[in-house]
């Protein structure tokens, strides 16, 4: 853990840009059709609950990072097993995410520019910014989301003048009955990318001033999830569900639509760098988490001089998980399930049912 | 910082091989543009019969030296555009072949206008459009034509004046026609796309006044009235992906009543004496479509509301009586009907709904609409009850009241 | 912090070997008068401009007396009048009837009853005798005493204080600073008449003990930065201070960066301004450009005419100059991105045209662009190497005629020739050239950038340039304060300018004191910030 501090609104800054991540331009929610804007803020109701238990565990140990208290709760060598799972988790979503963003420019406007580039120049990126220490990518952060907001500002200004949005593409409201949306919620909302704000155990002992982390995460959670929500419907009114469940980003399509004044159009750009910023982030901040894991799991002096090794393996599994981009999606769909559940919802529930057990019984024997 | 890493690791060595690659290998997408041949005009025809050559189609590609400021070239000499044609099993075949011929890389990115010859579009033109969906370089926005009676082969060797670019002068006419007349609806692309997965479509047509050969020269551009003209017509119903009918006149503005697309135009109505002979200048109309379901049979209420003015009158009325303006309101309002009533009656009767009167019954009552959706283009569309309620009201007469005829 | 001066602390740049301070400096003065002239001599090579004046003064015993100046340093009139004069002319005063006066109490009267001029030091060793002739004050020696006595007689030949030539305003004061250091510091003087207004001389370069002076205002500025800005200055151990520039690179905290950390100015208002805000200035005699530390981003882009317009005017020229500054770096990559990788998003009328344009073109883009740019800097150097009559014939023939024959001739684009014209006009709004320096650097990264990967090369640049600005720190204060982080108090006057009435608080982040303008009472110091 280095000594650094981050204060509120970077945290919110990173939270809020890191939910956004990939979710923003792909069809996120489709499984429910017209009611996705449902079934995403479904999710993030069962967000704040997996939130809840994180709290708990920040609460007892507000100074160590989920590898930490895994140690602590449940001794030395099950916890270490239980926090290397964890940095494997990290490592494999980061990887995702810089497959994702390669995909993404290869499939929409770089479409000669080999994978390796992109992912490559990505990660050293990644790296320079991780090196230089978590205050800067949280300053970052700050700058950033105020980019953010104005390219959002503006890119849902011009699609709501331009007047493709079409409010009865999103009626029949449940038209086909709670059960796709519940069952979006349950399997595909909450875990992406909600409860991938597990992440964020790492970096909470660096908060300023602890108190706040309620009222950060909270806010970075309804916020972005308002956000998601508002942005699938957008999709739906603007593109109709059909076209949206057939396309792999969406709000790409969307954007491409806007064409006022014979002046204003092609405005891919926007999307493009939203993704870009977006996805940066999520990736760091898997990368860092899976950085401080390692540094607290080995016992290493300084985050420094595991970066470029570990970005080298995100490259290298980037380029290694998947030959195809249909089966990538399908695994990141199916094949991620079994494992993403237990990070981010059995094992904390688990950590913090010992842990009180533990609790209750110290206080018990005094 | 850097320059920590740089005295203290070796890795820096390592870090600045792979920076280099990244640099020296060469930037993959990196085009110039006097490499590209920018396509304003596609065009797709029927090829042959055997899978081989399937597709033929025709790019229409700018020069653009010819067509930017370069009014220092003095006489036209060369021509604004070039097309060329091949043929293919799949569109993207015949398209690449055309490289053969062409100069240059084709560019995809900015077409202004897609046609589709008749004789293909009677067999089908459902999985034309998937190569635009899929590629990264079609834009959708693009309107698509169907050349009636000709090839679109044809249709892009024509040249025209006032716009040297034959498909920007297309678009144009489609656009400015669509504003101001009302006859024929534009159809994009996308709009194109999302119809033909639901059910019919109605896409507008073109047709060429004249001699195609003769359209195919320069010439033809220099003359004061030219000898070859395109011209925005007829509505073609495309059912099932094949073109059943064309529409035009009453039906095919009947369309753009209710597809809300009708923007400005004329109606005519009558005088006591002459027929014809008042115009009145559209300003705004809008469609609203409510459906219901009434005894298991849905039912559909069309409103149309308009608002417009008197421009021209060949008789002498007394308009600066509110007597007379109902009058010509009533009027208005049946002629309104009369083209949405024609416009129903022969859809019903094709069996086509263009107008997703489906996707209302759908918002209404979801239930009946999932037990009668396979059903509804063929049987029950045509049954179906379609109450037209037309609200028209002229504000004003322009600059003078009462005409100076007597 | 200071990385490259620690570095380098240990390798001193020895110009000379040290024989420069050799023990012959090391000289106490002795009583003979003939000794002490002979060694003055000596230590500065029998330099013509050492005049030595030997008088008499005295009656009837006679004292022996000696004055040597530096020619061109000393105002001659007060060595006239306030030295000479009073040794000659006050014969009386040195009669004494019991006889010969004893060496000391002489060299205490003549200190203290003849000498007029307005500062007296006394020498007891060669060096300090020199290092005050070589400030300008006249050195007087009487036979028989062992030591001597500078008066205060600087003058010479200074520039006066004129108008400045690289911040000119139009509705505020025109004067702007000089080389001498009195001067300067007394501009400021005259503007901030509060005897809180500290200033530490000391002096640096062990050849050229150049005059530094630090100013602040006691109170509100910050006891640690001032600590910090005595050390850094401290560390500094060279044989040569040319100019501020020197002070800047041994005292900055990251000078391989390329955005300037340590502020530079040329007007008094600009200096009194952040000094009030609880900065610190600091001059070098001989240069007119003191520095002022710390400073932020966003400093770079206000200018004192913000505070003499109206509010309202202020805020829209600073807009203008941020969009410009973005106009300057992400222009002529935007070009190129776009041109060479995106065409598909260029609308299609003006795409016609580029591609009309670029036909006849035999280079690709990023050549073209590398091209033009580059000229464009040959042309503003040259511009400022020339002698004024001639400058303007080169603007003319350099923007028109090479322009436009270029584009005849087919070798770049006319759309090129626009934006790398707008490029260079968006720089010249920066008001602060050392930022102006930073993003013609960087902007040729970005272009590189744009080149290889297109609009993503700009992305990723962007977030490069900005994770290491976000990373710089000058003199503690965080570089992009007040954006990140984010210190809502301080953006009153960061790209805004609120009115005056609306700015109570002085920048929270440098005096880390509350302090309150308009009410001005002494806050107490805040707690910790979250630094």
């Known amino acids: 853990m280095e000594k650094a501090k981050v204060n509120g609104i970077q945290l919110f800054a990173m939270m809020f840009m890191f939910n956004l991540g990939t979710a923003v331009v792909v069809s996120y929610g489709i499984e429910a059709k017209k009611d996705a804007w449902l079934a995403i803020l479904l999710g993030m109701s069962l967000g704040v609950g997996l939130f809840f238990i994180y709290y708990r565990l920040f609460c007892h140990y507000p100074k160590l990072p989920i590898t930490g208290y895994a140690r602590k709760i449940l001794g030395n060598y099950l916890g270490w097993i239980v926090g290397l799972f964890y940095v494997l988790y990290f490592l494999q979503i980061a990887t995702r995410q810089v497959r994702d963003f390669s995909e993404l420019l290869v499939s929409s406007t770089m479409t000669e520019t080999p994978l390796l580039a992109i992912q490559i120049s990505f990660v050293l990126v990644i790296c320079y910014v991780l090196y230089q220490g978590v205050e800067v990518l949280a300053r970052t952060a700050e700058v950033f989301i105020i980019i953010l907001f104005l390219l959002g500002m503006a890119g849902n200004f011009f699609i709501l003048v331009s007047g493709d949005f079409e409010l009865h593409n999103l009626r029949p409201f449940l038209e086909n009955g709670w059960k796709p949306i519940l069952s979006t919620a349950v399997l595909e909302s909450v875990h992406f990318p909600f409860g991938e704000m597990v992440v964020f155990t790492m970096l909470l002992p660096y908060l300023n001033k602890s108190g706040s982390v309620k009222k950060v995460w909270m806010s970075a959670l309804l916020l972005s999830g308002l956000t998601l929500s508002w942005t699938a419907s957008l999709n739906i009114a603007v593109l109709g569900v059909d076209v949206m469940e057939r396309t792999t980003f969406p709000t790409l399509a969307t954007i491409g639509k806007v064409n006022l004044l014979e002046f204003i159009q092609r405005l891919d750009a926007i999307v493009v760098f939203t993704m870009l910023i977006t996805v940066f982030f999520k990736g760091s901040l898997f990368m860092y988490g899976a950085v401080i894991g390692i540094v607290d799991l080995f016992k290493l002096k300084n985050h420094q001089q595991i970066l470029l090794p570990v970005g080298g393996i995100i490259i290298f599994s980037a380029m290694t998980i998947a030959t195809n981009f249909s089966g990538y999606m399908a695994e990141g769909k199916e094949g991620l399930r079994p494992l993403v559940f237990p990070i981010i919802l059995y094992f904390p529930a688990l950590l913090l049912i010992v842990s009180m057990i533990r609790n209750h019984l110290k206080q018990k024997m005094n | 910082m850097i320059m920590k890493i740089f005295l203290l690791h070796k890795s820096y060595k390592i870090f600045l091989c792979i920076l280099s690659i990244l640099f020296i290998s060469g930037c993959w997408d990196s085009n110039e543009l006097q490499d590209f041949s920018i396509i304003s005009g596609i065009g797709i025809d029927k090829g042959g019969d055997d899978p081989e050559n399937r597709f033929r189609t025709t790019v229409q590609i700018i020069n653009p030296s010819i067509v930017s400021g370069g009014q220092q070239a003095g006489s036209v000499q060369s021509s604004p555009v070039t097309t060329y044609s091949e043929t293919g099993s799949t569109l993207k075949e015949a398209l690449r072949k055309i490289s053969n011929e062409a100069p240059a890389e084709l560019f995809f990115p900015h077409i202004q206008i897609m046609l589709i010859g008749e004789e293909l579009a009677k067999e089908g033109i459902d999985e034309l459009f998937d190569v635009v969906e899929r590629d990264p370089k079609f834009r959708v926005l693009f309107p698509v034509l169907i050349v009636k009676g000709h090839t679109a082969e044809d249709a892009l060797k024509v040249s025209t004046s006032l716009r040297p670019i034959p498909s920007a002068k297309i678009e144009g006419s489609l656009q400015s026609s669509k504003e101001i007349w009302g006859e024929y609806p534009s159809t994009r692309a996308d709009q194109a796309i999302m119809k033909l997965g639901e059910g019919s479509a109605a896409i507008t047509g073109i047709e060429i006044n004249g001699d195609v050969e003769k359209g195919n020269q320069t010439a033809n551009m220099q003359e004061i009235s030219q000898s070859t003209k395109l011209e925005i017509k007829g509505l073609a119903i495309i059912r099932e992906g094949k073109l059943e009918k064309w529409l035009e006149g009453d039906p095919a503005r009947g369309v753009v009543w209710v597809n809300n697309e009708m923007e400005e135009t004329v109606m005519n109505l009558d005088c006591p004496e002459k027929k014809d002979a008042i115009a009145i200048d559209i300003g705004r109309a809008e469609s609203i479509i409510k459906a219901k379901v009434k005894k298991d049979k849905p039912v559909i209420t069309i409103r149309i509301n308009a608002e417009g003015s008197v421009s021209e009158t060949h008789c002498s009325m007394e308009l600066d009586k509110d007597e007379t303006i109902k009058e010509l309101e009533k009027q208005l309002r049946n002629e309104i009907e009369e083209e949405v009533q024609a416009a129903i009656k022969t859809l019903q009767e094709e069996k086509s709904d263009v107008f997703g009167l489906g996707e209302y019954i759908n918002i209404e009552e979801k239930n009946y609409w999932k037990k009668i959706k396979d059903k509804w283009e063929e049987e029950i569309f045509p049954e179906s009850k379609v109450n037209i309620e037309v609200h028209a009201t002229i504000r004003r007469t322009g600059m003078k009241v009462k005409s100076y005829i007597k | ?531």
């Open chain 3, 1 to 531: 912090m200071n990385t490259w001066g620690r570095m380098f602390k240990k390798k001193t740049q020895n110009v000379f070997n040290d024989e420069t301070d050799s023990s012959s400096i090391e000289y106490d003065l002795s009583p003979s008068l003939e000794d002490n002239i002979e060694k003055v001599r000596e230590a500065l090579g029998h330099s013509g401009d050492l005049i030595l004046r030997e008088f008499e003064m005295g009656k009837p015993l006679i004292h022996k007396v000696a004055t040597i100046y530096l020619n061109g340093l000393t105002d001659k009139d007060l060595m006239g009048n306030l030295v000479i004069e009073k040794l000659m002319a006050d014969i009386h005063v040195v009669e004494n009837k019991e006889g010969d006066w004893p060496p000391d109490l002489i060299g205490a009267y003549v200190k203290d009853h003849l000498l007029t001029a307005t500062h007296v030091e006394v020498a007891i060793d060669l060096k300090k005798l020199l290092s005050l002739l070589l400030s300008g004050q006249t050195i007087v020696l009487i036979d028989g005493w062992n030591q001597a006595f500078a008066c205060a007689s600087q003058g010479g030949e200074i520039r006066s204080i004129q108008e400045p030539t690289t911040e000119s305003s139009v509705r505020g004061p025109k004067e702007s600073f000089t080389e001498s250091l009195i001067t300067n510091t007394s501009l400021i003087r005259r503007r901030i008449k509060s005897p809180n207004v500290w200033l530490e001389t000391r002096k640096l370069g062990k050849i050229t003990q150049t005059d530094i002076g630090v100013m602040y205002i006691n109170g509100i500025a910050n006891e640690k930065l001032i600590n910090e800005v005595r050390e850094r200055l401290d560390k500094i151990d060279v044989d040569e201070i040319q100019g501020s520039n020197t002070i800047e690179e041994w005292i900055a905290d990251d000078i391989l960066t390329p955005w300037p950390t340590i502020m530079t100015t040329e007007r008094p208002d600009v200096v009194s301004g952040n000094l009030l805000e609880g900065r610190i200035a600091i001059f070098v005699d001989g240069t007119p450009i003191p520095l002022i530390v710390p400073a932020t981003w966003n400093q770079f882009f206000q200018t004192a005419e913000d505070y003499y317009l109206r509010w309202n005017i202020s805020v829209f020229l600073r807009f203008i100059r941020i969009i410009s500054f973005l106009i300057t770096l992400l222009g002529p990559s935007l070009f190129i991105a776009f041109i060479s990788f995106h065409p598909e998003l260029i609308p299609t009328p003006l795409l016609i045209n580029l591609a009309a344009q670029r036909q006849a073109i035999p280079f690709p883009v990023i050549i073209e662009a590398l091209l033009m740019e580059f000229t464009f800097e040959v042309l503003r150097e040259a511009g400022i190497r020339m002698p004024r009559p001639v400058g303007q014939a080169v603007s003319i023939v350099g923007a028109l005629v090479l322009g436009e024959a270029a584009v005849s001739a087919g070798i770049v684009s006319s759309a090129m020739v626009i934006v790398v014209a707008a490029t260079a006009i968006a720089s010249f709004t920066i008001p602060h050239y050392s930022m102006t320096d930073a993003v013609r650097l960087l902007r040729f990264i970005m272009m590189i950038l744009a080149s290889t990967y297109g609009l993503y090369g700009i992305g990723l640049g962007v977030i490069l340039l900005v994770s290491h600005t976000v990373s710089l720190r000058s003199f503690g204060i965080p570089y992009l304060a007040p954006f990140a982080p984010l210190v809502v108090a301080d953006q009153k006057d960061a790209i805004l300018r609120l009115p005056k009435p609306f700015m109570k608080n002085r920048p929270r982040l440098v005096s880390q004191k509350k302090t309150n303008r308009i009410d001005s009472k002494k806050g107490e110091p805040l707690g910790e910030g979250n630094e």
